[in-house]
């Protein structure tokens, strides 16, 4: 088996370039809770300027700050994987990478206005994707293998 790029490849390029921006747009979401609550760079949420909000506002700071983080933690492993899986079979990659998009912004959403409870939706959603990217490549790796 040999894998030839095809022109349906794009839809995995396409897919990974749309979790970057999302990636921004969610950040510039930090940037405006940063403004709106006077967090202050180089604060992540503890800092001294953190110290000075109400609980009430130190948590949805929080909860904006820490949905757009664990987004950093993870996207190189979801491009890579969408990308990863284009090579194998590009619609199905275009497909499961537009379903983590969608996980990843009704995760953000539910973190944003329900906290960590808010979030389980989209993570179900976004892990189901990531583990079927990964088991497509794993499965298409071994058959390349034999």
């Known amino acids: ?3 030839v790029i ?5 839809w995995s390029v396409l897919a990974a370039a749309s979790m970057g ?6 950040g510039a979401g930090v940037g405006a809770a940063r403004k ?3 967090v202050d760079y180089p604060d992540m ?6 110290a000075k909000l109400s609980d009430e506002d130190w948590v949805a700071f929080n909860n904006v700050q820490r949905s757009h983080q664990n987004y950093v ?9 969408v990308l990863l899986t284009g090579l194998f079979q590009p619609k199905l990659a275009g497909l499961l990478g ?6 990843r912004q009704i995760y953000a959403a539910g973190y944003r206005s329900k906290g960590p409870k808010g979030r389980l939706a989209g993570a179900a959603t976004l892990n189901l994707s990531l583990l079927s ?3 497509t490549i794993a499965y298409n790796s071994v058959k390349l293998l034999l």
Request: hydrophobic share 50%; net charge positive.
């Open 6 to 10: 095809s022109a349906d490849f794009a």
């Open 73 to 81: 933690e993870q996207i190189s492993s979801a491009q890579v994987f």
């Open 21 to 26: 921006i999302q990636l921004v747009v969610l």
């Open 133 to 135: 990217m990964f088991l």
């Open 45 to 50: 949420g503890c800092g001294r300027y953190a």
């Open 98 to 103: 537009f379903t983590y998009i969608v996980g």
């Open 1 to 3: 088996m040999s894998i």
């Open 36 to 38: 709106k609550y006077k």
